[in-house]
């Protein structure tokens, strides 16, 4: 998911990372932050936000490209290898 947030990065990197289920988080270019759930996130990314006095202005599912993918499936692949 793409989140787009006026005010403090800093402050803004902690209510997203109090997000239940959060896998990671990337401040990307142009101020979007882009993170990843075990599940929807929206509903606890918008109330960590105004929970904090941050309001949201831009909240869009983030469709993963075939390089991210694969990227991500041989990492894991790699990472139970290496744990055998």
Request: proline share 7%; glycine share 10%.
């Amino acid at each position: 998911f793409e989140v787009g947030v006026e005010g403090d990065p800093a402050a803004v990197e902690a209510a997203l990372r109090s997000v239940p289920g959060l896998r990671s988080l990337e401040r990307g270019p142009e101020g979007l932050w882009t993170l990843r759930a075990e599940t929807d996130p929206r509903p606890a990314v918008v109330s960590a936000l105004i929970g904090r006095g941050l309001v949201p202005h831009h909240l869009q599912r983030r469709e993963e490209d075939l390089d991210e993918l694969y990227r991500r499936y041989f990492h894991r692949a790699l990472r139970a290898e290496g744990a055998r």
